[in-house]
T-cell receptor, first 116, second 115 residues
Framework: AQSVTQLGSHVSVSEGALVLLRCNYS??????LFWYVQYPNQGLQLLLK??????LVKGINGFEAEFKKSETSFHLTKPSAHMSDAAEYFC??????????????FGTGTRLTIIP | GAGVSQSPSNKVTEKGKDVELRCDPI?????LYWYRQSLGQGLEFLIY????????KSGLPSDRFSAERTGGSVSTLTIQRTQQEDSAVYLC?????????????FGNGTRLTVT
């Protein structure tokens, strides 16, 4: 079975500072990993995904994540936070169900607050 | 429309009533998912449809929950005899066929409040 753990339900950073959101995964097979962002009153939007190609994945809005197998981690970073980055961020791992569909298992989310 | 459309956006109902939530997926997307988002609990998989195949219902929390997808397009999630613990945001997502790791496209959700 696959699972993800997001450390820190709330993270606050100053505008212009580094953003680091942590995600650790557990998987019995090579995982596919995703980061989604959810703005208030909206659905989830894909930020980036890891599918066993390059271990450093670049996404939208200046975000990137690095897959580290030895640490079973897939942390999300952005060098300089912007006020518009305030949102909830979800890490997810893809699992293939008995029905053959790819079912995402999500973490509990991290709410990012940007301090002016 | 260009995205996944869900209706209503908000629903308040009394305990014991039945509710129906609707999802219009992106045109051409064969896969459709329902997730439930509860405060502090992340997203919980409910059910998955893929074309004419039997749906994966493994995430439905009880027999009060059911879903159907008519004509391979619109889906309806029905909750019978609602309970207060059913209060949550119900998210629908669609994607092209599996096997290509296509990302899920989410709707804005239906916020259900059971009083």
């Amino acid at each position: 079975a696959q699972s993800v753990t997001q450390l820190g339900s709330h993270v606050s950073v100053s505008e212009g500072a580094l953003v680091l959101l942590r995600c650790n995964y557990s998987s019995s097979v090579p995982p596919y990993l995703f980061w989604y962002v959810q703005y208030p009153n909206q659905g989830l939007q894909l930020l980036l995904k890891y599918t066993s190609a390059a271990t450093l994945v670049k996404g939208i809005n200046g975000f990137e994540a690095e897959f580290k197998k030895s640490e079973t981690s897939f942390h999300l970073t952005k060098p300089s936070a912007h006020m518009s980055d305030a949102a909830e961020y979800f890490c997810a791992v893809s699992a293939v169900s008995n029905f053959g569909n790819e079912k995402l298992t999500f973490g509990t989310g991290t709410r990012l607050t940007i301090i002016p | 429309g260009a995205g996944v459309s869900q209706s209503p956006s908000n629903k308040v109902t009394e305990k014991g009533k039945d509710v129906e939530l609707r999802c219009d997926p992106i045109s051409g997307h064969t896969a459709l998912y329902w997730y439930r988002q509860s405060l502090g609990q992340g997203l919980e998989f409910l059910i998955y449809f893929q074309g004419n195949s039997a749906p994966d219902k493994s995430g439905l929390p009880s027999d009060r929950f059911s879903a159907e997808r008519t004509g391979g397009s619109v889906s309806t999630l029905t909750i019978q005899r609602t309970q207060q613990e059913d209060s949550a945001v119900y998210l629908c997502a669609s994607s092209p066929p599996p096997g290509v790791n296509s990302p899920l496209h989410f709707g804005n959700g239906t916020r259900l409040t059971v009083t």
